[in-house]
C-alpha cells in the first residue's frame, strides 16, 4: 500500500499520547464554554457516572 506508514508503538505511549491530546482538547472546550454551559455538562456527566455506578452494582448483587 502506497502513501501508509506503518510504525509500531509502544502501546503505553499510545495510550500517553491519546491521553494528552484529549486533555488538550478538554482544556480548549472548557475555555469556550459559558460558565453555565460548563455546569450543565459537569452535571450530564455526573448523573451519567451515577447511572453507571448503580448498573454495575446491580450486575454485582445479580451475580451473588
Not at 500500500?1 to 491530546?21: C, N
Amino acid at each position: 500500500m502506497q502513501g501508509v506508514l506503518f510504525a509500531t508503538m509502544d502501546e503505553e505511549l499510545i495510550k500517553k499520547l491519546r491521553s494528552e491530546f484529549a486533555r488538550q482538547g478538554g482544556l480548549a472546550r472548557a475555555k469556550k464554554l459559558t460558565a453555565k454551559q460548563r455546569k450543565e455538562s459537569a452535571l450530564r456527566a455526573s448523573k451519567a457516572a451515577a447511572k453507571a455506578r448503580s448498573k454495575k452494582a446491580a450486575e454485582r448483587k445479580k451475580k451473588t
